[in-house]
């Protein structure tokens, strides 16, 4: 979860600095549902969150079903979870929640530290715009 504050919140009332925040965690949550939970399904997500590759058989069997093996699918129902995955933000983080096996899951929840600044920066960027702050 990530957790940070504008050094320059003097002078607003902490309701409103907690509705800000609500709203700016709901845009991360959104955010990472919308473009960042898609990049976990891409033939590059071996790499880019260091899946452990599958045994050759697994491949071959998948292959087979889906002509292109693809990480973290296998009927492309967790997929499609995953990317309608209902988002609940409170002033102190935010939680997606969506249907998958247990391993899968720990799998496309995997955050990098790019996507993390890229998070941080809209979340920064939204209280600012709402607080109007410069």
């Known amino acids: 979860m990530m ?33 960042d939970a898609r990049l976990h399904f891409n033939r590059g997500a071996y790499v880019r969150y260091g899946y452990k590759k599958r045994s050759r058989a697994w491949d071959a069997r998948k292959a087979k079903k889906q002509g292109v093996p693809i990480p973290c699918v296998w009927t492309g129902r967790t997929k499609s979870n995953a990317l309608a995955g209902r988002v609940r933000a409170t002033s102190k983080g935010v939680r997606i929640t969506f249907q998958a096996p247990g391993t899968v899951t720990r799998d496309v929840t995997v955050v990098v530290p790019s996507e993390v600044k890229h998070l941080e920066k809209l979340a920064t960027r939204v209280m600012k715009q709402r607080l109007k702050l410069p």
């Open 3 to 35: 957790r940070f504050l504008p050094t320059d919140w003097k002078g607003k009332a902490k309701r409103e600095c907690n509705r800000v925040k609500k709203i700016s965690f709901e845009a991360v949550g959104h955010e990472w549902v919308s473009k």
